[in-house]
């Protein structure tokens, strides 16, 4: 219909008047005066288009990977509370998240025996204590790292080789990184009253401690 | 059994459950055998008026001397001539309460410090009654 548009049978939207005034050809000039014009609109060719366009493709809705998204609770310097694995119980410190989503922590090592290691974030309760990790560089350290040092060996010889031994040079780079990286958190653990026996010592439940009741 | 505290107009009770739990109020009215009808005043301690049963307030060892159904003005000039607030800061029950609150709130490193306090303590105790043998 046009501007207007019939609400019931015969009931149509705007009224005489209403259409009248919507009607540009109906604007009237007042006594004595000249009938108003109504500009055209001037058409204007914006960017030059193409005639064929070509088929552009959409942008891709996969998600690139990112790592887990790290808990709010756990902050960089974070004594966290190791739940599962060798160093289960162990109290250690968070250094930093590593693109694979795991959490980079050491022990320190001389305090509870755990080295630079890597963590999920799901095996871990986050206190609130933090270190100081302003002086502790963890730039060399990615997931690289951690992958294992293989010396291919064939045959049964070269299988029951591998298994016994450890790479001395691997062993000895380990150690001087675990130092590198130990001795300022343990300046900074020893700025704090008995934080470094906290860190030595694992953490328990006593009788009637609920640690969904508990603060950490 | 001897009762000390009693159910009475101008009673300051703590409420124990419900939306104004840890709160003070006074009693201004009796209902019946169950319930009170309490005020804050709500100015001073954020009570609104209500009816509350006892079975929800424990009983404080202050009194107001206010009459029946006291207006919150009265109520808030006695609350503040007997100085409730400190005055109930100062009790037994309210230490208690702020004590269990303080553990309750404690950081696993608060709790190990609270371990090797417990253990120094013992220490001493077992020092000080092996020199009495």
Same mark, same amino acid.
């Given at each position: 219909?046009?501007? %207007?548009?019939?609400?019931?049978?015969?009931?149509?939207?705007?009224?005489?008047?209403?259409?009248?005034?919507?009607? &540009? /050809? %109906?604007?009237?000039?007042?006594?004595?005066?000249?009938?108003?014009?109504?500009?055209?609109?001037?058409?204007?060719?914006?960017?030059?288009?193409?005639?064929?366009?070509?088929?552009?493709?959409?942008?891709?809705?996969?998600?690139?990977?990112? @790592?887990?998204?790290?808990?709010?609770?756990?902050?960089?310097?974070?004594?966290?509370?190791?739940?599962?694995?060798?160093?289960? +119980?162990?109290?250690?410190?968070?250094?930093?998240?590593?693109?694979?989503?795991?959490?980079?922590?050491?022990?320190?090592?001389?305090? %509870?025996?755990?080295?630079?290691?890597?963590?999920?974030?799901?095996?871990?309760?986050?206190?609130?204590?933090?270190?100081?990790?302003?002086?502790? %560089?963890?730039?060399?350290?990615?997931?690289?790292?951690?992958?294992?040092?293989?010396? /291919?060996?064939?045959?049964?010889? +070269?299988?029951?080789?591998?298994?016994?031994?450890?790479?001395?040079?691997?062993?000895?780079?380990?150690?001087?990184?675990?130092?590198?990286?130990?001795?300022?958190?343990?300046?900074?653990?020893?700025?704090?009253?008995?934080?470094?026996?906290?860190?030595?010592? @694992?953490?328990?439940?006593? &009788?009637?401690?609920?640690?969904?009741?508990?603060?950490? | 059994?001897?009762?000390? $505290?009693?159910? *009475?107009?101008?009673? !300051?009770?703590?409420?124990?459950?419900?939306? *104004?739990?840890?709160?003070?109020?006074?009693?201004?009215?009796?209902?019946?055998?169950?319930? !009170?009808?309490?005020?804050?005043?709500? =100015?001073?301690?954020?009570?609104?008026?209500?009816?509350?049963?006892?079975?929800?307030? =424990?009983?404080?060892?202050?009194?107001?001397?206010?009459?029946?159904?006291?207006?919150?003005k009265k109520l808030k000039a006695a609350f503040k001539a007997e100085d409730v607030a400190s005055k109930f800061a100062e009790s037994a029950l309210a230490k208690k309460l702020a004590l269990q609150k303080k553990r309750a709130s404690m950081t696993d490193f608060d709790r190990f410090k609270v371990m090797?306090?417990?253990? *120094?303590?013992? $220490?001493?105790?077992?020092?000080?009654?092996?020199?009495? $043998?």
């Amino acid at each position: 219909m046009g501007r %207007n548009e019939m609400l019931a049978p015969g009931v149509p939207k705007y009224g005489r008047s209403k259409m009248m005034k919507m009607r &540009k /050809a %109906n604007q009237y000039a007042k006594k004595g005066g000249e009938k108003k014009k109504v500009e055209e609109k001037k058409v204007t060719y914006g960017k030059y288009v193409e005639a064929d366009p070509v088929k552009v493709p959409l942008p891709s809705t996969k998600r690139s990977s990112r @790592p887990t998204k790290l808990k709010k609770t756990i902050k960089p310097g974070s004594v966290l509370i190791v739940l599962s694995g060798r160093f289960m +119980g162990k109290r250690v410190v968070f250094l930093k998240q590593l693109p694979s989503g795991l959490l980079l922590v050491t022990g320190p090592y001389k305090l %509870n025996g755990c080295p630079i290691r890597r963590i999920n974030q799901a095996y871990v309760i986050a206190t609130s204590t933090t270190v100081d990790i302003s002086g502790v %560089n963890t730039d060399k350290i990615d997931d690289a790292y951690f992958a294992r040092v293989k010396e /291919a060996k064939e045959g049964e010889e +070269g299988f029951f080789d591998n298994q016994e031994k450890i790479n001395p040079e691997w062993l000895e780079k380990r150690k001087a990184d675990q130092k590198a990286i130990d001795e300022p958190l343990l300046a900074a653990v020893s700025k704090v009253s008995l934080l470094a026996e906290y860190l030595q010592a @694992p953490f328990t439940l006593s &009788k009637g401690q609920a640690p969904h009741m508990m603060k950490f | 059994m001897v009762f000390n $505290k009693f159910v *009475e107009v101008g009673r !300051v009770v703590l409420i124990n459950y419900g939306p *104004e739990k840890g709160k003070l109020a006074t009693v201004i009215n009796i209902v019946d055998g169950n319930r !009170v009808l309490v005020d804050g005043p709500y =100015t001073e301690t954020g009570v609104r008026r209500q009816v509350i049963n006892l079975k929800r307030v =424990t009983l404080t060892d202050i009194t107001l001397n206010v009459g029946l159904q006291s207006t919150e003005k009265k109520l808030k000039a006695a609350f503040k001539a007997e100085d409730v607030a400190s005055k109930f800061a100062e009790s037994a029950l309210a230490k208690k309460l702020a004590l269990q609150k303080k553990r309750a709130s404690m950081t696993d490193f608060d709790r190990f410090k609270v371990m090797l306090a417990k253990k *120094e303590k013992a $220490k001493a105790i077992k020092k000080k009654l092996a020199q009495l $043998k």
